[in-house]
């Protein structure tokens, strides 16, 4: 399995809301990773898990709240979010620096739109 | 800090032709690696190809090769025969040996003419 899934596809959310984003994935891979995209940009790494510890927190504000219950499964839990934050949020994963092999296996995203 | 440099933010070519995308990039280190990254209109981003720093042999994929050029930092991707398949934003990447971080560049959209 050389997939990475994400849940739910797309999402909208009130301003008042609690969601969660959930990743998963079967590749073995120790190290995981949540980015923000808005259309046309590059990825913008938010927060890295390696061995399901956090490793990296890109100065994410608080109502973003990430988790890493297993090696498998990555989770982004959301609250109190403004419009803003509207973006594609993409899953990654890979094996952990230091490896002769650390490309990013990306997933779809959800596309996240807050009212 | 390391930076990546894409200055083509829109680049089209007719199907069956080859295309070229630029690709520079700033570093101190000697050991990294470098990544291009392919991503659909509305569809998963995908590797196209990478290569390690260490390795003066360029990178074939396929269709898409690069051309590696350490000392001028330098790494653009050719691709071969273009599809209509190979409509993208395609990003390069780099990636320092033993950092968990993707440095990306702007993009570069490309578009294949029929």
């Known amino acids: 399995d050389t997939e990475v899934t994400q849940t739910p596809k797309h999402l909208v959310m009130g301003m008042t809301n609690k969601k969660s984003l959930k990743c998963e994935q079967h590749?073995?891979?120790?190290?995981m990773y949540w980015y923000k995209q808005k259309a046309k940009k590059p990825p913008e790494l938010m927060f890295v898990?390696?061995?399901?510890?956090?490793?990296i927190n890109e100065s994410v504000p608080s109502r973003f709240s990430p988790e890493c219950p297993n090696s498998s499964l990555l989770n982004l839990h959301l609250h109190a979010l403004q419009p803003e934050d509207s973006a594609l949020y993409l899953c990654?994963?890979?094996?952990?620096?230091?490896?002769?092999?650390?490309?990013?296996?990306f997933g779809p995203g959800t596309r996240l739109t807050v009212l | 800090a390391q930076t990546v440099t894409q200055s083509q933010p829109e680049m089209s070519v007719q199907e069956a032709e080859t295309v070229t995308l630029s690709c520079t990039y700033d570093?101190?280190?000697?050991?990294?690696?470098l990544f291009w990254y392919k991503q659909p209109p509305s569809r998963q981003m995908i590797l196209v190809i990478r290569?390690?720093?260490?390795?003066?042999q360029n990178a074939t994929e396929n269709r898409f090769s690069v051309n590696f050029q350490k000392a001028a930092k330098s790494f653009s991707l050719k691709i071969s025969d273009s599809q209509l398949g190979d409509a993208a934003m395609y990003f390069c990447?780099?990636?320092?040996?033993?950092?968990?971080?993707?440095?990306f560049g702007q993009g570069t959209r490309l578009t294949i003419n029929p």
């Open positions: 990654a994963s890979s094996h952990p620096s230091g490896t002769s092999y650390n490309e990013q296996f």
């Open positions: 590749m073995g891979h120790r190290a």
């Open positions: 898990y390696s061995y399901e510890k956090l490793s």
């Open positions: 570093t101190s280190e000697s050991d990294y690696y």
């Open positions: 290569q390690e720093a260490y390795k003066q």
């Open positions: 990447a780099y990636s320092g040996q033993g950092a968990q971080k993707l440095v």
